[in-house]
């Protein structure tokens, strides 16, 4: 068949817009604007140190600490606001929640898959604040894409992540630290 005859078939000049139709559109999937979540995460501020109660709320230095992230984050753009069962969570993200008019979503702290989960499918391009534990806070960074994390030290309160999700790019962790600093353990002389 010549070249001219080839443009004429009707078959032939479908299939090639077809293809064209169908490039086009691949290349506006890969390079249209990215939506962005953005996951701001903390350990829950300072506990009551009770032996006898798993469910402690904050000392006064921990409702301090929780004020402190409405100063911060009041104007963030924040969307979405998650905590665990806990009291010491829930005290956490509540003053921030009670700023934005937000309501604070509670989750098992155990069920870091279903935190995240909700994140990717409820909350796409948004900014959310997780109020969480020493364990589950790099639990959650990780399986949002952010690397794995050690657990954080049962005597720091004072960390803050920032973890940014971007289809077709790597998860991206900035680690900060918010609020008073925690002071060091006294030392004891021998």
């Known amino acids: 068949m010549s070249k001219n005859r080839l443009w004429a078939n009707p ?13 086009l559109l691949a290349t506006a999937y890969f390079v249209a604007d990215r939506p962005v979540t953005t996951v701001i995460l903390v350990r829950h501020a300072e506990k009551n140190i009770e032996p006898n109660n798993p469910n402690p709320t904050l000392t006064p230095a921990g ?7 409405v100063r911060m984050l009041g104007e963030s753009g924040i969307t979405a606001i998650y905590a665990t069962q806990y009291l010491r969570t829930q005290g956490t993200a509540s003053p921030l929640a009670d700023r934005l008019g937000l309501k604070v979503n509670q989750l098992d702290a155990r069920n870091v898959e279903e935190l995240v989960r909700q994140i990717k499918s409820n909350h796409l391009g948004g900014v959310v604040f997780v109020a969480g534990h020493s364990n589950s806070v790099p639990a959650v960074i990780s399986a949002l894409g952010g690397g794995t994390r ?3 030290p049962e005597q720091e309160y004072d960390n803050m992540f920032i973890v940014t999700v971007q289809r077709f790019r790597p998860t991206r962790v900035v680690k900060l630290k918010y609020g008073e600093p925690i002071s060091p353990a006294p030392q004891t002389s021998k």
Do not use: K, N, S
């Open 11 to 23: 078959w032939f000049l479908l299939l090639v817009t077809a293809g064209w139709l169908a490039g």
């Open 63 to 69: 409702q301090e600490r929780a004020q402190t992230l």
């Open 150 to 152: 050690p657990e954080i």
